[in-house]
């Protein structure tokens, strides 16, 4: 069969690295001592958590009343933050489970950051609901459970429930692909370490594995299996959080475009922020060589293709708005666009859909402090979108006199700073503990070359040229 | 299994590839082969079958789908009726997502634990290595000497045409080396 002509591939990995290599540069950030900027980010993240937990504790000792909250304006921040952290969670599993079953090679630099980002954001968003619930300690009331309450059975019909189950479940099937990738990673960690506390542990974590074919047989089954399941999964999960205000009656939200609509957004702001802590992974840890600028340029074109994707969007809810013919849905529209809270929906349209433009450039999407900033611009803007949907809505209620206003308290702030202290403790926490880069996929999607110890050398011509 | 095997080791995935193929041709018994990631088109060089945690999969899926369906009407119908805005009791639509979640939570965690058990994998359990190296950068083949006629020199000679690194012999001890 003669050779099919094509395009040379950018490698995966570049440096020119041995298998060896890899392991080693990738468990040299946990072998080291950790920087002054790792502790100083550390110190950072664990002011905010502290501000964050004196919050949460004042709002549950005192009730909610600390909020902003109005009886117009019934969900507000809180909900807003709680969609923002699960939308970012949704990347996480869009690389590790939606690019493998495509089988795009290059995921496997980014997926065990991003499902570990993953695990972390899906934390922080839960929080939100259960603080909301105003008594929180009674939060085991929606797990259904033979009780003395009757016994009261949970609603099954209501989409808050389907929350609950879609929020645990997604939490708990990513922490277990999370450590399902790591396990190998664990036993290569074990190998190379000298007796310690190290070894001991990665030795219980990684359940004794060998790297037997046998078992690797079975583990890439099981993976692929997962990832089967992770992909539908992924979906439902926002799209189910969508539910939560496409099946209530108040215009703005009883929309069939929903679930697309956040699916699309939560990888969107997802991506997002994989690339936010990936660029500074990437610089800090000394990983240039294996989250390059292909991988930083291919995520910046699924980010584009989202962030369009939410653009049109935002187009059809208006249209939808004004071919409905429905007054109060054309109303709440327009009062997004022009009423007081149209700074809110400005700020989300330039961020979203205006400013991601400019990664149609090649130029753009290859210098890294230009995606830094568009990154960061897309997190505000996400956060927003969030905002506009959930507030604008509320606000102006069918009835004028119970039109109302929002702002948030102190409190709210310090809870949503707090969230990013817990996210940016616990990824820094794993930086440090784990593996940042999975190590066996890597290697075996890099195809590194073989080096013989009888290399002919590279002057000698080929029999083509000889002849020649 | 005899109580002597060969170890080989090759720094390359194509090598031991080639190597576990001539060796199979060759009528040898392959005990297991040991690689730092999973080396594509070994398990056919092996001969090993494909998975049946495929099934063990779908069951737990089903069991979880099913038991979730039949749980939600129970409670809808049966133990705690509700009007729910005149919509039927059992209405089945509404019953979709959180069944679908317990299929996916059921499948991922029982086909992961089925996993763990016929691969024998779990904390605590001691590590069979055969090389160190083998989580990083070698892939080692173990051969079976399975009789007296097992001629190691002519193996050996075999292994050196795929660059082998290394060949030893070990006798593993009671239990086995290599799980």
């Known amino acids: 069969m003669s050779e099919t002509p094509s395009l040379p591939r950018p490698e995966l990995i570049t440096g020119d690295k041995t298998l060896a290599d890899v392991t080693n540069d990738i468990c040299a950030p946990l072998e080291c001592r950790p920087t002054g900027l790792w502790w100083a980010a550390i110190a950072v993240s664990l002011t905010a958590l502290a501000i964050g937990v004196a919050a949460v504790w004042y709002q549950i000792a005192t009730g909610i009343g600390t909020w902003g909250l109005n009886k117009t304006v019934g969900w507000a921040f809180d909900i807003t933050n709680f969609v923002f952290w699960v939308g970012i969670g949704h990347a996480g599993t869009l690389i590790s489970a939606v690019l493998f079953l495509f089988r795009a090679k290059w995921r496997t630099a ?50 808050l429930l389907w929350d609950v189950f879609a929020i645990s479940t997604y939490l708990a099937i990513s922490a277990l692909f999370w450590y399902v990738g790591l396990v190998p990673d664990l036993a290569t960690v074990r190998d190379r370490s000298k007796p310690g506390w190290r070894k001991r542990i990665c030795s219980i974590l990684c359940l004794g594995w060998n790297g037997s074919a046998r078992t690797w047989h079975r583990y890439e089954t099981v993976y692929l299996l997962l990832a089967g399941l992770a ?47 990936m660029i500074i992974a990437r610089k800090t840890m000394n990983l240039q060589n294996y989250i390059t600028i292909t991988h930083i340029d291919r995520m910046c074109k699924l980010m584009l293709s989202m962030g369009c994707l939410v653009g ?16 109060y849905e ?20 330039i961020c979203n859909v205006g400013i991601p433009q400019l990664l149609w450039f090649r130029k753009v999407r290859t210098t890294i402090p230009l995606v ?42 310090a809870t949503l700073l707090g ?22 996929e890597v290697k075996g999607a890099a195809c590194l070359k073989k080096r013989r110890r009888a290399e002919t050398p590279p002057a000698e011509k080929s029999p083509a040229e000889k002849i020649a | 299994m005899s109580d002597r095997v060969l170890v080989a080791s090759f720094e390359h995935e194509d090598d031991l590839l080639a190597a576990t193929r001539a060796v199979r041709g060759r009528g040898l018994h392959i005990v297991d082969a040991f690689t730092p990631y999973a080396v594509h ?36 119908a049966v ?29 991922g965690f029982g086909s992961v634990f089925a996993l763990f058990i016929v691969s024998r994998l779990f904390p605590g359990r001691a590590a069979r290595i055969v090389d160190l190296r083998a989580t990083d950068d070698r892939f080692v083949l173990v051969i079976d000497q399975a009789d007296a006629a097992f001629d190691v020199a002519a193996v050996e000679e075999l292994l050196q045409e795929f660059d082998v690194v290394e060949t030893r012999e070990l006798a593993p001890s009671k239990g086995g080396v290599l799980g």
Not at chain 1, 112 to 122: C, D, H, I, Y
Not at chain 1, 330 to 349: C, D, E, I
Not at chain 2, 45 to 73: D, H, K, P
Request: net charge neutral; glycine share 8%.
């Open chain 2, 41 to 76: 088109g070994l398990d056919k060089a092996m001969g090993l079958r494909s998975s049946r945690l495929t099934w063990v999969c779908f069951i737990c899926g089903m069991i979880g789908a099913g038991g979730m369906l039949w749980f939600e009407n129970w409670i809808a």
């Open chain 2, 79 to 107: 133990a705690w009726p509700i009007d729910v805005g005149g919509k039927p009791w059992n209405s089945l639509p509404s019953d979709v997502p959180v069944a679908f979640e317990a299929a996916v939570l059921l499948a």
């Open chain 1, 419 to 440: 969230s990013f202290g817990l996210f940016f403790t616990c990824f820094l926490m794993f930086c440090r503990l784990a593996p940042v880069i999975a190590i066996a």
């Open chain 1, 372 to 413: 830094f900033l568009i990154v960061i611009v897309i997190n505000i803007g996400m956060w927003f979108e969030r905002f506009v949907i959930i507030v604008t809505s509320l606000h102006r209620d069918f009835l004028p006199s119970s039109w109302a206003d929002y702002a948030p308290t102190s409190i709210e702030i």
């Open chain 1, 312 to 327: 049109l969007a935002y187009g059809t809810e208006f249209f939808m708005a004004f071919y409905s013919g429905n007054g």
């Open chain 1, 231 to 277: 992909t539908p999964l992924v979906f439902s999960v926002h799209s189910i959080v969508s539910m939560d205000f496409a099946t209530a009656v108040i215009p703005g939200w009883h929309t069939t475009i929903f679930p697309p609509y956040f699916v699309a957004g939560a990888i969107f702001s997802g991506l997002a922020m994989v690339l936010t802590l």
């Open chain 1, 330 to 349: 054309q109303f709440v529209f327009m009062n997004r666009a022009l009423g007081p809270f149209s700074w809110a929906y400005w700020t989300m349209v």
């Open chain 1, 110 to 159: 980014v997926n065990r950051s991003a499902e570990a980002m993953t695990l972390f954001a899906v934390m922080c968003a839960g929080i939100f609901p259960l603080i909301h619930m105003g008594r929180t300690w009674l939060a085991y009331w929606t797990l259904p459970y033979p009780n003395t309450r009757g016994p009261l059975w949970v609603n099954f019909k209501s989409p």
